[in-house]
Nanobody, 126 residues
């Protein structure tokens, strides 16, 4: 079974930066859409960004556009999320996920994703 393992979370002050990584245990990406979601305390999963498996379209949620950058290294089976100008509202557990077929062209709905990592915690606070 393929495993996704996130890392890179931590405590950072407002305005700071973090880089999250998501490593797959084997060739998990292929033409699958990969994405980042987050979950704030007491809330549902919130879409952050995705890279489509076919075509490579990149899409961000309105709340992170211009501050976060998603990227993917297919050779290393690793997904990244570079986060800058972090705000307290960015606090949460960040998860990477891969979408199941036929969502090769992208999706922002967590119900379309069937493989998830265990999450990495990000806290933005002064």
């Amino acid at each position: 079974q393929v495993h996704l393992i996130e890392s890179g979370g931590g405590l950072v002050q407002p305005g700071g930066s973090l880089r999250l990584s998501c490593a797959a245990s084997e060739r998990a990406f292929g033409n699958l859409t990969t994405a980042w979601f987050r979950r704030a305390p007491g809330k549902e999963h919130q879409f952050v960004a995705y890279i489509a498996g076919i075509g490579g379209r990149i899409y961000y949620s309105h709340s992170v556009r211009g501050r976060f950058t998603i990227s993917r290294d297919n050779a290393e089976n690793t997904l990244f999320l570079q986060m800058t100008d972090l705000k307290p509202d960015d606090t949460g557990i960040y998860f990477c996920a891969t979408a199941r077929p036929p969502y090769y062209y992208g999706s922002s709905d967590p119900r379309d994703f069937d493989r998830w990592g265990q999450g990495t915690s990000v806290t933005v606070s002064s």
